[in-house]
């Protein structure tokens, strides 16, 4: 049959033609088009005369996703944060409470499954209310409401003008009435109520029934009471104004309302109606927390992991984009964390550095998985919190600045492996004698650096560098292995000049290090590079040692496991990325004294093979102990987070120390969180050296080994960099 159209309705005039008539407010005008239609205000015909009318009318509806949170998974799915800008759990319509259902109908659109969508005898109604009675009746029905909600949603995600109520003109109202009038055609009513109580504002940021039921009483919507459910369907109304925490009275005065309504249409019983009124609100009001701050755990490697999605294009074109996405697009993004670890990680830094007894104290454990760069733990003995004080920050110790870290910390003698693993690269071995009694390389003293404009850099000083070691009586000479156990200033110089400081520079930025502050690679320029005058990141310097764990192989650190959306979507996080870096057997060679080190001036009661170094900086300012199983690689830094003062004479862990040294700070704390976790992982032993090899904590020249001898440092012309005068201590 056709449809009957009117030729006051043509598509070119329609609106000016309503706005001329009505002459009045955008409300007004809205319910006189509900008296157009004499015929259809007296009659059963008001569906099918209002859809006739509205038909004429342009529209276009944009569906957008509903804006749910997005919730950061540790590796396992178990939820360590949320963020949202509305706080909604979309569920079925058979999760919903009958009560609730009714409820709603009762009060927003009793006549909800008589009318098509635009109820012409409820715009009558409420024409004549508003026009003859101090109060005000609304006259949208629920499809007109789950319209405008739609509508506001998309308009939000699309930065445009948004329809919410009191900003809507003529224009708008009449376009969500023809929008109401197809959403009838396309979608059943219980579609329609499901969207709506899906997509419609409870109170503040929780959105949607699910939420609303889980956020005030502490249970499902589907286990909604009468009077639960009759409270709910009244904040609708007015979500602040009717919000039982702050106007109780208001709230239980609309709930009763609203079980008024239910009664009066017969969805409860007069019993029913008189026992809820007669009961309180009941509230158990359980805020969902939302950000890295609410986490109950792993509140730094959730900022990371914040940063992460900020920092990565596969989530937007800039960061205003992507973080709508992370507020509104319900992501779930399934980490590499590993939950067992960082709450003992958590744990193991609060008992040996607890965070309100020295001022600036800090530490923290970072733990990466060799042969995949997954980072599976990132603790700080400090409470993130952006109340900066005593125990308190947002700072990230173990990552670089622009990821939420600061400057970083020297590595002091941790960077010592990597000189040694290139004098083995350079055709050397551990057990070569090097002359390490030489401390003094005078002023214009030539190292060889062939990536340099000159081939070479010079001691700028006046004075010369003067190299000294920790331990004394140790300028002699000494093999490579044992100067490395003992950490030998003068042996690790000693090696260094006799090598090419680019091809040291090389095999760092081989196996990722680089400063905290710009991402640079180390700089040759400056020869005290090698005993750690560089500020680096800890989860910098754990990647570079997982390499040793990894017989050469270079993985490049990662926390983002998958992500995908409520849509389906998936997104391109950075993929396992490894390279082989560093030969198998020189790593082995290597890895002799690292083994040494851990096992014997670490950790003696681990029974499973470990590797690793300590370092302390020159001002004991920094102490570390990284080291490693085939499994885990995991750096363990106490330092004063706050400057270069010294830990000298600091109580940490209830002890004041006097002598400040790696092995007795970061190392004991190392020791027992590996101690608790390792076994999780692999602990193989490491890749045995197949070629000569000496016991490193003894002297001697081993059979087989090669003096080394140090030229005098040779003089050159007035060079053009300048020079640390850092040195390692340890």
């Not at 905290?516 to 020869?527: F, L, R, V, Y």
């Not at 005098?712 to 020079?723: A, F, I, L, N």
Request: charged share 20%; proline share 5%.
């Amino acid at each position: 049959m056709a449809k009957r159209t009117s030729p006051f309705f043509d598509t070119a005039t329609t609106l000016g033609k309503i706005v001329a008539f009505l002459g009045v407010s955008a409300l007004c005008g809205v319910l006189a088009a509900g008296l157009l239609l004499p015929a259809a205000a007296m009659g059963g015909a008001t569906a099918t005369a209002g859809g006739d009318m509205l038909e004429q009318l342009p529209a276009e509806l944009k569906e957008e996703p509903l804006s749910v949170p997005s919730r950061i998974l540790d590796k396992d799915g178990t939820v360590l944060a949320t963020f949202y800008a509305e706080n909604r759990v979309p569920v079925t319509l058979d999760k919903i409470s009958k009560n609730m259902q009714d409820a709603i109908i009762a009060i927003e659109d009793e006549r909800f499954y008589q009318h098509g969508g635009v109820d012409a005898r409820g715009l009558t109604r409420a024409l004549v209310n508003n026009a003859t009675s101090s109060s005000t009746q609304g006259a949208s029905t629920i499809t007109q409401q789950y319209v405008n909600n739609v509508l506001v949603n998309a308009q939000y995600l699309n930065n445009e003008r948004t329809t919410i109520s009191g900003t809507k003109n003529v224009a708008d109202k009449l376009r969500e009435m023809k929008l109401a009038v197809a959403v009838e055609k396309e979608m059943s009513k219980d579609e329609i109520l499901e969207g709506y109580l899906n997509i419609v504002l409870f109170s503040g940021r929780v959105y949607g029934v699910e939420a609303a039921s889980r956020y005030f009483f502490d249970k499902a919507a589907a286990d909604l009471t009468i009077p639960e459910s009759a409270m709910l369907a009244g904040m609708v109304q007015s979500p602040n104004g009717y919000n039982p925490v702050n106007n109780p009275e208001g709230a239980t005065q609309r709930r009763n309302t609203v079980l008024a309504a239910m009664l009066r249409t017969g969805k409860i019983t007069q019993a029913q109606h008189d026992e809820a009124v007669a009961t309180d609100l009941g509230l158990d009001v359980t805020p969902l927390a939302s950000g890295c701050m609410s986490a109950a755990y792993g509140n730094y490697f959730c900022d990371y992991v914040q940063r992460a999605v900020l920092d990565n294009e596969a989530f937007g074109p800039d960061v205003e984009s992507r973080q709508r996405l992370l507020d509104r697009g319900g992501l779930q993004i399934r980490t590499t964390l590993d939950s067992t670890l960082q709450k003992q990680a958590e744990k193991t830094v609060l008992e040996h550095v607890p965070n309100d007894e020295s001022d600036g104290v800090g530490a923290s454990l970072v733990t990466v998985e060799p042969g995949t760069g997954n980072v599976r733990a990132m603790a700080q003995n400090t409470r993130y919190d952006t109340a900066e004080g005593q125990g308190q920050t947002t700072l990230n110790f173990n990552v670089d600045k622009p990821m939420g870290g600061g400057n970083g910390f020297q590595a002091g003698s941790t960077l010592k492996p990597f000189v040694f693993l290139t004098w083995i690269e350079s055709g050397h071995s551990m057990v070569d004698t090097l002359d390490a009694k030489n401390n003094k390389y005078p002023q214009w003293t030539e190292f060889k650096a062939s990536c340099e404009e000159d081939g070479d850099v010079h001691i700028p000083d006046e004075n010369g560098w003067t190299v000294r070691n920790a331990i004394r009586d140790m300028t002699k000479p000494m093999r490579a292995d044992y100067g490395l156990y003992w950490s030998i200033n003068t042996a690790t110089v000693a090696a260094t000049y006799l090598m090419d400081l680019c091809a040291i520079t090389d095999m760092t930025n081989r196996v990722g290090i680089h400063r905290a502050d710009n991402g640079n690679g180390i700089d040759p320029g400056q020869p005290s590079f090698v005993l750690g005058s560089e500020e680096v990141s800890p989860m910098t310097m754990a990647s570079a040692y997982a390499t040793l764990a990894d017989d050469g192989n270079y993985c490049e650190p990662r926390v983002l496991a998958e992500v995908t959306d409520t849509r389906g979507n998936s997104y391109q996080v950075p993929p396992v990325a490894c390279e082989k870096v560093a030969d198998t057997q020189q790593v082995a060679e290597l890895n002799n004294t690292l083994k040494a080190i851990a096992s014997e001036r670490i950790a003696k009661d681990i029974p499973f093979p470990i590797a690793g170094k300590t370092g302390t900086n020159n001002t004991s300012s920094s102490t570390w102990f990284i080291g490693s199983t085939t499994g885990l690689t995991t750096a363990s830094w106490v330092g004063n987070y706050k400057g270069l003062g010294s830990l000298e004479g600091r109580t940490i862990g209830g002890v004041e120390f006097e002598d400040v040294w790696g092995s007795i700070i970061a190392g004991p704390m190392w020791a027992d969180y590996m101690g608790t976790v390792a076994g999780r992982y692999e602990t193989a032993e490491f890749t045995p050296f197949d070629g000569p090899e000496s016991d490193p904590r003894t002297e001697g020249e081993r059979e087989g080994g090669t003096t080394v001898k140090l030229d005098e440092p040779r003089p050159g012309p007035q060079p053009y960099h300048d020079d640390s005068t850092v040195v390692s201590t340890e």
